[in-house]
Structure formats: structure tokens, C-alpha cells
């Protein structure tokens, strides 16, 4: 088996690049979705972060009010008490599923989709979230098209008003300045530049599949 972590930053094209891995045969984790629904209530992750975060994040459903949660996280810096409950939980999940996979597909490519594999600090066991694969992949973009494709993504099909735009290029920013680590890293991985439209994509995707192919078959 051949573990391989995928990130990059907001708006980047990472999730994506993930669906074209998974096209490809890839058995891709997205660390977001698993994060989602560790935090549906009733689970585990939700009752921790309502005692540590108090009612208010409760909505009048009783899920998590994900606006007041983002507030906190993003307005409020406590960005690391969120993650200090959510990691450790998925990262181990994620451990466990591909410790199973490993038994019943020696030859599988998994690729684990996080912004956060180099920024993490809470990894089960204080060994950095990255060292856990045996590849990682970064996917880049130019700034401004990350900032737009948030916008985007969170307009979905509505035309903003001037001041909600500047409001979500601000969040973006916040945002992207909480990851900016990733790039650091770029000599670690396989890089995709994200910057030249879909086709483009899809070559850049098929060469380093290629090469985890290749990677894959020469451990085995």
C-alpha cells in the first residue's frame, strides 16, 4: 500500500485534484467530510466541542451553528482549541481505516486529503501529521485565484453585492494566512500548479499518478 497525504491551501484545487485521484483508482479520505460528520450530533467530537465551547454553538436544531463556530475560530483566534478536539480524532480514524485497507488492499494508492497535514499540531502521538506518508502532494494556485474560487464556492450561484465580495475576500485572506505554511514545504512533495484550467489539471494529475504508480509497484 502507498500512503499518500494531498493538501494545499484554501481554494487551491486540492479537493478537486482528490476526485481525479479517485477517478484514477485512488481511495481518497477527505479529512473534511470525516470532520463533518464527527460533528453531527450525537457523536463523539460534537459533545466535546459543546463542553468546551459552550451552548452557543449550538443552533436551534441542536447541530453546530457553523457560523458562530467559524466566528470564534476566525475573529477570536481559538483556532487551536478546535483543532485540538477535531484532529486527534480524524487522523486516528484515518489510521485505523488504513490500517484495515492495508490487510484487505495491500495494493491500494490512499490518499488522505487535508489543508492541514504540515500545520497540525495535534497529531495522535506528537509525531508530525506529514511523517505518517510515504508521499506527500501540494497542490498550489496563484493567490488571487484561490481567493476568487472561495468566493466562489461560497456565493454559490449568487450575484454578492460589492461589500459581501470584499467581505469574503477578506475571510479568504484570514483564512489563507492560517496555512500559509504549506508552501514552505513544496521541496518535500509532488507539486501541482494549479493554474492553467481543467485540462491542464488533468495532465499535471495524470503525470504524478503515474509516478505513485510506479512508487507503489517498486515498494510492493
Same mark, same amino acid.
Given at each position: ?8 491551501? *484554501? ?20 479529512? %473534511?467530510?470525516?470532520?463533518? @460528520? ?12 459543546? /463542553? &468546551? ?21 476566525? %475573529? ?10 477535531? &484532529? ?21 494508492? @490512499? @490518499? ?9 499540531? &495535534? ?28 468566493? /466562489? ?9 460589492? /461589500? =459581501?465580495?470584499?467581505?469574503? =475576500? ?10 500559509? @505554511?504549506? /508552501?514552505?514545504?513544496?521541496? =518535500? ?5 494549479? %493554474?492553467?484550467? *481543467?485540462?491542464?489539471? =488533468? ?14 509497484? %517498486?515498494?510492493?
Amino acid at each position: 500500500m502507498l500512503r499518500v497525504g494531498l493538501t494545499g491551501d *484554501l481554494g487551491s484545487g486540492k479537493s478537486t485534484v482528490a476526485r481525479m485521484f479517485a477517478e484514477r483508482g485512488a481511495v481518497v479520505l477527505s479529512s %473534511d467530510e470525516m470532520g463533518r @460528520v464527527m460533528m453531527q450530533p450525537g457523536q463523539a467530537v460534537y459533545a466535546e466541542i459543546v /463542553e &468546551h465551547f459552550g451552548q452557543g454553538v449550538v443552533a436551534a436544531d441542536g447541530s453546530l451553528d457553523r457560523r458562530e463556530l467559524a466566528r470564534l475560530v476566525f %475573529d477570536e483566534g481559538r483556532a487551536e482549541e478546535l483543532n485540538a478536539i477535531v &484532529h486527534p480524532a480524524v487522523i486516528g480514524e484515518q489510521a485505523r481505516l488504513i490500517a484495515e485497507m492495508a490487510r484487505t488492499k495491500p495494493d491500494a494508492i @490512499v @490518499v488522505v486529503e487535508s489543508a492541514l497535514i504540515f500545520t497540525t499540531k &495535534h497529531a495522535p502521538g506528537g509525531e508530525p501529521w506529514s511523517k505518517r506518508f510515504d508521499r506527500v502532494v501540494l497542490v498550489t494556485a496563484p493567490e488571487a485565484e484561490k481567493v476568487s474560487r472561495y468566493v /466562489e464556492r461560497v456565493a454559490a450561484g449568487h450575484v454578492l453585492r460589492a /461589500e =459581501e465580495r470584499g467581505s469574503l =475576500e477578506a475571510d479568504a485572506r484570514k483564512r489563507l494566512a492560517m496555512q500559509a @505554511v504549506n /508552501e514552505e514545504h513544496a521541496g =518535500e512533495c509532488l507539486v501541482i500548479r494549479n %493554474d492553467d484550467g *481543467l485540462e491542464g489539471l =488533468e495532465r499535471k494529475v495524470d503525470k504524478i499518478w503515474t509516478a505513485l504508480q510506479l512508487q507503489q509497484r %517498486d515498494s510492493a
